[in-house]
């Protein structure tokens, strides 16, 4: 007997349980019946008649398709968002950086000398040799008796140059007196060579012992006070010289970025002031995740397809595509235009064709050259002040006083952010198929955890 027991027992232990059937409906069959969204469990549910699955099946398919037209109608409206500037007065926070300045040369007495040795012209002809930088003909003179070479132009644009001893003799900012040479930078445009004071296209100040160029709504002034020198740098022909105020990111050209030109009269000049404020544009972070054709407008380290500029600026842009229009049409880049050794420099002959494509070049489109995101409008106030006490080696005193503030500036904003979307989208789903955020916990709980318990 204990043989036949032991011998039953060992069948018993030999059997094996059978696996429960895996069976992917019953899986989603449990999912639907106990699943929050509202409706799919009467989908399943067994002692429903038919026509009442179907009625529930079209309700519920109904509902889907609407909410998955109207999400799909908001991510496309996000993807293709667009975007709204309006005005901000909330200043209390806001700083902005004192504007760029630049001192624009066309021409000097060294510039004049080298032509005349180049060309063989009567140096009192001054007026002959100025023409080689005379932007309505491109740089083109077709009575010069000698040709001069590109290597010659690009030598007589060195000689264009201003050294910082040239121009400036002393610099204050706020009574705080500074060596000019350590603020005016090079910088190279086609309205000739310039010097440039806290341009992102030259050198911003790098000494740690200088102050900060800003002003705020707090302090009384930004007062900066130019004596500029008497030298021999001046060529006679050239009375006045250009002096341009931009925001920092404006280069000036020929075709914009000069809408506030200070000229100033060299032989007999007149002390000045200019009273400066600015209004910024702010951008909210949403807009820089747009595309430029959305947003319509071009951040300054969106540099791309651009091979002089280091930051972005429109007339910068404009700048190098008719640099690229002026070597398309004449296999060479008037010299006029800041060089680059991408390109080769026109020689006399050559600057012939600039001249007479000049309008084309002038005249170029690109539709890559968006706005500036960051623009800065600059308002300036002109006066002249009665000083007689002018260092005798000064030319003239001029002086430049930014105003508190900004107490405005313009706000660029995405009219559909982010946070619009996760709102809409919970909205639509919470109305059309009452899901949440857990609804989607649920899926994997009752399709991988709770699965194999009944």
């Not at 040799?129 to 008796?145: I, N, T, V």
């Not at 000739?192 to 790098?206: D, I, Q, T, V, W």
Request: with cysteine.
């Amino acid at each position: 007997m204990d043989k036949l027991k032991n011998s039953s027992e060992k069948i018993k232990m030999g059997k094996k349980e059978p696996k429960k059937k895996f069976s992917i409906w019953k899986i989603i069959k449990t999912y639907f019946e106990n699943s929050s969204l509202h409706g799919i469990k009467y989908l399943v549910e067994d002692e429903l008649h038919w026509s009442e699955k179907i009625f529930w099946m079209v309700a519920c398919g109904l509902s889907w398709w609407l909410c998955t037209s109207l999400i799909m109608g908001i991510i496309s409206d996000f993807i293709t968002r667009k975007v709204a500037i309006t005005m901000d007065t909330d200043y209390l926070k806001w700083e902005v950086n004192f504007p760029a300045l630049h001192f624009c040369f066309s021409f000097s007495s060294r510039a004049r000398d080298y032509a005349t040795e180049i060309t063989g012209i009567n140096p009192r002809k001054t007026s002959i040799l100025s023409r080689l930088s005379h932007w309505a003909k491109m740089g083109y003179d077709g009575s010069l008796p000698k040709p001069i070479t590109s290597n010659e132009f690009v030598q007589l644009g060195k000689y264009i140059k201003p050294n910082c001893d040239d121009i400036f003799g002393v610099c204050i900012w706020n009574d705080q007196v500074i060596d000019c040479c350590k603020l005016f930078f090079p910088l190279s445009t086609n309205l000739g060579r310039c010097l440039s004071f806290n341009s992102l296209h030259s050198k911003l100040p790098e000494d740690p012992h200088l102050p900060k160029f800003t002003m705020d709504h707090h302090k009384k002034s930004a007062r900066f006070i130019i004596y500029p020198n008497k030298t021999d740098y001046w060529h006679a022909s050239h009375p006045y010289f250009n002096l341009m105020l931009t925001n920092q990111l404006e280069l000036p050209t020929e075709k914009g970025g000069r809408d506030i030109i200070l000229t100033v009269q060299w032989g007999n000049p007149t002390p000045t002031i200019w009273d400066i404020t600015q209004v910024p544009t702010y951008n909210e972070p949403g807009v820089l995740s747009l595309s430029k054709e959305d947003r319509r407008c071009r951040f300054p380290a969106e540099t791309d397809n651009l091979f002089l500029l280091k930051t972005y600026n429109y007339h910068a842009c404009m700048l190098e595509t008719q640099i690229k229009k002026f070597n398309e049409s004449c296999g060479c880049v008037g010299h006029l235009f800041p060089y680059s050794d991408k390109f080769k420099t026109c020689n006399s002959t050559e600057l012939k064709c600039g001249f007479e494509n000049r309008d084309a070049i002038v005249q170029v489109e690109n539709d890559n050259c968006l706005p500036d995101c960051e623009e800065i409008i600059v308002i300036q106030d002109r006066n002249t002040l009665d000083e007689d006490n002018i260092p005798a080696w000064a030319v003239t005193k001029l002086e430049f006083n930014m105003l508190p503030g900004p107490f405005k500036r313009y706000e660029r904003y995405t009219v559909f952010s982010l946070l619009d979307v996760v709102v809409s989208v919970g909205s639509a789903l919470g109305l059309f198929v009452g899901a949440s955020v857990l609804s989607i916990v649920e899926i994997p709980y009752w399709l991988f955890i709770r699965r194999d318990e009944d």
